[in-house]
């Protein structure tokens, strides 16, 4: 296969580490992209590079997302269902999570300090959301009785 004039070469598929290096691919593998002659259009190889925990982690998070808004689409499932309200506890809580351990040790030099801050903040009301929000609404729900003093929005 031979790149299109103009098309960017990121990597070629099935490449040695030194060949892989002057063709720009990542050292252990990965996604290689190319816009090729024969066939035209992208094409996409996989050389041989795992995903880490975090990013089956998170493709799993998108998959909730995207079957949630299916099934709401086709009325299936509704903002007062335990499934729902579970997805966007998990989802809610693992974004905050996310937010705040990542603004919390990447070294970002183009950032500022106080734009890390608010990211973080952004972080803590997302986990802050999902977790004293959506878990007493979960237990209502399952019918546990909760304390008086634990106010329940209705959703």
Not at 59 to 84: A, D, M, R
């Amino acid at each position: 296969m031979t790149p299109v004039d103009g098309a960017a070469v990121v990597g070629v598929a099935d490449v040695g580490v030194e060949d892989g290096a002057a063709a720009g691919v990542p050292e252990g593998g990965g996604l290689a992209f190319a816009g090729v002659a024969d066939g035209g259009g992208l094409d996409i190889f996989y050389t041989g590079n795992r995903m880490k925990a975090y990013h089956l982690y998170f493709l799993f998070l998108k998959g909730i997302l995207v079957i949630q808004t299916i099934l709401i689409i086709f009325q299936v499932e509704n903002p007062n269902k335990i499934s729902y309200i579970v997805g966007d506890i998990i989802f809610k809580t693992s974004l905050g999570l996310f937010l705040m351990i990542f603004f919390t040790f990447s070294k970002i030099p183009e950032m500022d300090y106080y734009d890390k801050l608010i990211a973080y903040f952004a972080g803590v009301f997302l986990a802050f959301e999902g977790l004293y929000i959506g878990v007493p609404l979960l237990l209502v729900k399952l019918g546990f009785t909760l304390p008086s003093w634990i106010v329940v929005q209705k959703a």
